[in-house]
């Protein structure tokens, strides 16, 4: 599966954003549905961060929980992160990835990744 990840971007603290990460998915290989996704992100310095994952259940970072919200369409093949009430801490490059396991805040169950896009939140 190929992921791409888009919708950041340079918002201002209190903002809102929804990232979106699109899958493509080769003929005969598992379906995108089969798929458990997750979000994370990492900023400048920093280690790469768990931020949210979705399969049959949904599941996030503790510090996150109630500020974004993971969801999936598996017809359209799209993850999506809504990020609201933005903080400067949650500057970082944001990255998609796709696991056959079932989801996992590690992001080494993680085989397949997006290519990241910047968020920014500054005023």
């Known amino acids: 599966v190929q992921l791409q990840a888009s919708g950041g971007g340079l918002v201002r603290p209190g903002d809102s954003l929804r990232l979106s990460c699109a899958a493509s998915v080769r003929a005969f290989s598992p379906s995108f549905s089969s798929y458990s996704m997750g979000w994370f992100r990492q900023a400048p310095g920093k280690e790469r961060e768990y931020v949210a994952s979705?399969?049959?259940?949904?599941d996030y970072a503790d510090s996150l929980m109630g500020r974004f919200t993971i969801s999936r369409d598996d017809a359209r093949k799209m993850v999506y992160l809504q990020m609201n009430n933005l903080k400067p801490e949650d500057t970082a490059v944001y990255y998609c990835?796709?696991?056959?396991?079932?989801?996992?805040?590690?992001?080494?169950?993680?085989?397949?990744w997006g290519q990241g896009t910047q968020v920014t939140v500054s005023s």
């Open positions: 979705i399969g049959w259940s949904t």
């Open positions: 990835a796709a696991t056959r396991r079932t989801i996992s805040r590690s992001s080494s169950d993680y085989a397949y």
